[in-house]
């Protein structure tokens, strides 16, 4: 197996979706609860990525298994597109699931059992996502599921694995949590939800009843565009919460490139040639926050 098609399989271009959420609870522990632990961090990171691959590789591998359109199973699948061998795509999954659960059993010897609960509720999630006779990215709710497993539970795992040592179970701090982790989670389930409607028609083949089939394109175009300006909004109502600081008002400038993107995928939605705008938006956005977070750290080792 080639790298592209390796990369291509496990949807590498699309892990983004993780690595922001796990800077922004780092990032979120350090300025709010002053805790930051870089090698427990620097495992769960590997963990995440080690895992989100598995997930995406079984997507995959389900999609292909169950799908009954051939032209589609042949020609769009990855797998069946370059004809790799179903032996291998399985020792692939095992390849990085067992060392991603290694790895968490571990830190929850180091952290705390909190870990392991939200651990499994990642791994259930993640299973059943693509997995099964209803898997959930073929139901209404694949978006709020990919959304709040990698935006939310991936900020909140992120945070605890930084701060377990003085980490408080209370609705104030996950209130915060929250707030912090909404415009992802918007970002992210966007994603999904842009997949389903590039693939409305493939879905409706493929027996894959998503939102896109009960509200329709033009009201899933709708709720992309309101999830897109909700996401930013979040992150000045975060400024002003005080659970990001005002250099994050970064933000600015990716809301040109947001709006470009957005407009060029509302006048068309075609796979393999604007899907990728849900991806850049989250990018766009996540990487401005970024900035600032950046900006942040830079000005307080000057102050000190």
């Excluded at 694949?142 to 990698?150: D, K």
């Excluded at 949590?177 to 989670?185: A, D, E, G, K, M």
């Excluded at 979040?234 to 040109?256: E, K």
Aim: proline share 3%.
């Amino acid at each position: 197996m080639s790298l592209s098609t390796f990369t291509e399989l496990v949807e590498l271009r699309a892990k983004a979706a993780s690595i922001f959420p796990f800077f922004t609870g780092l990032f979120f522990s350090w300025y709010v609860l002053g805790s930051a632990n870089g090698l427990y961090a620097a495992l769960f990171f590997i963990a995440m990525l080690l895992f989100n691959m598995t997930v995406d590789t079984l997507d995959n591998y389900n999609d292909y298994m169950h799908s009954s359109a051939d032209e589609w199973k042949t020609g769009t699948n990855i797998i069946g597109r370059e004809n790799i061998s179903l032996n291998l795509i399985r020792t692939l999954i095992v390849g990085m699931v067992v060392p991603s659960a290694l790895i968490g059993i571990y830190l929850v010897f180091q952290v705390g059992l909190p870990l392991l609960w939200m651990g499994l509720i990642c791994f259930a999630i993640g299973i059943m996502y693509s997995s099964g006779p209803h898997p959930i990215s073929s139901t209404p709710y694949g978006e709020v599921a990919s959304g709040f497993a990698m935006g939310v539970m991936i900020t909140l795992i992120s945070v605890y694995v930084n701060s377990y040592q003085m980490f408080t179970w209370n609705a104030s701090l996950l209130g915060q949590i929250l707030l912090v982790s909404s415009p992802l989670f918007f970002w992210i389930a966007n994603i999904m939800l842009a997949n389903n409607i590039c693939d409305a028609q493939e879905d409706e083949v493929n027996h894959r009843w998503t939102i896109v089939h009960y509200i329709g394109v033009k009201n899933a175009l709708l709720m992309f565009n309101a999830a897109n300006v909700l996401a930013v909004l979040l992150v000045f109502y975060a400024m002003y919460g005080g659970v990001f600081p005002l250099a994050l008002f970064s933000i600015l400038l990716a809301v040109p490139l947001i709006i470009k993107e957005s407009l060029i995928f509302n006048h068309e939605q075609i796979k393999t040639k604007t899907f990728v705008c849900a991806v850049q938006i989250m990018i766009f956005g996540s990487l401005s926050l970024c900035v600032g977070f950046l900006g942040y750290w830079i000005y307080t080792l000057i102050m000190h």
